[in-house]
């Protein structure tokens, strides 16, 4: 009888957890039980309900869609923004986004960024982030392995610096790989 053969070796597939979703779900107001809810569970790979980890590949679709779906008016660049700032200030609304984020304010915009890391990481399974220090207002933020929109996630830093205390902060963005993107942030 020949050997068995060695079982394949797979990473794991890169997964978001369910608290960003309902973070924008109750961000951007939706019902769920309307036909926007039922599409949301589709796109995600859901039947019934949402899963509770989503293949990050579904998870951009998820975004786009809500993009067109509640901004589509605007460039698609500018509804991924939007859609950003909705899923932060929707994640306050959740019991793990009140607990995660109840000192947020007193934080302040420097440690805030420098900690972006960590609070983007919690909700995935892959990518690598880090912060930079520019100079006193000035950081960059490097994101590498991370297939999701810039746009997004520069929405999201936009409302975390808002938060804060930032009146105005400046946060722009570039794709420097596939996967990989850079943010400047100032204020």
């Given at each position: 009888m020949p050997p068995a053969a060695a079982p394949l070796l797979q990473s794991d597939p890169r997964r978001m957890r369910y608290a960003p979703l309902e973070g924008l779900l109750r961000g951007l107001g939706i019902d769920e039980r309307s036909a926007e809810m039922r599409e949301i569970v589709r796109l995600?790979?859901?039947?019934?309900?949402?899963?509770?980890?989503?293949?990050?590949?579904?998870?951009?679709?998820?975004?786009?869609?809500?993009?067109?779906?509640?901004?589509?008016?605007?460039?698609?660049?500018?509804?991924?923004?939007?859609?950003?700032?909705?899923?932060?200030?929707?994640?306050?609304?959740?019991?793990?986004?009140?607990?995660?984020?109840?000192?947020?304010?007193?934080?302040?915009?420097?440690?805030?960024?420098?900690?972006?890391?960590?609070?983007?990481?919690?909700?995935?399974?892959?990518?690598?982030?880090?912060?930079?220090?520019?100079?006193?207002?000035?950081?960059?933020?490097?994101?590498?392995g991370v297939p999701l929109p810039g746009d997004y996630y520069n929405g999201?830093?936009?409302?975390a610096l808002r938060i804060t205390g930032v009146h105005s902060p400046q946060t722009s963005w570039k794709q420097t790989g596939l996967e990989d993107m850079t943010f400047e942030v100032r204020w």
């Open positions: 995600s790979g859901g039947t019934d309900y949402v899963p509770s980890e989503i293949a990050v590949e579904r998870f951009a679709e998820v975004l786009h869609f809500l993009a067109r779906q509640h901004f589509g008016t605007l460039p698609a660049s500018e509804g991924l923004f939007h859609v950003g700032e909705c899923l932060f200030e929707g994640y306050r609304k959740t019991l793990l986004g009140q607990i995660q984020l109840a000192a947020l304010h007193l934080l302040g915009p420097e440690r805030l960024v420098r900690k972006i890391p960590e609070f983007v990481g919690r909700s995935s399974n892959f990518g690598e982030r880090t912060t930079e220090r520019l100079s006193a207002n000035e950081y960059r933020v490097h994101f590498r999201i830093l936009h409302a």
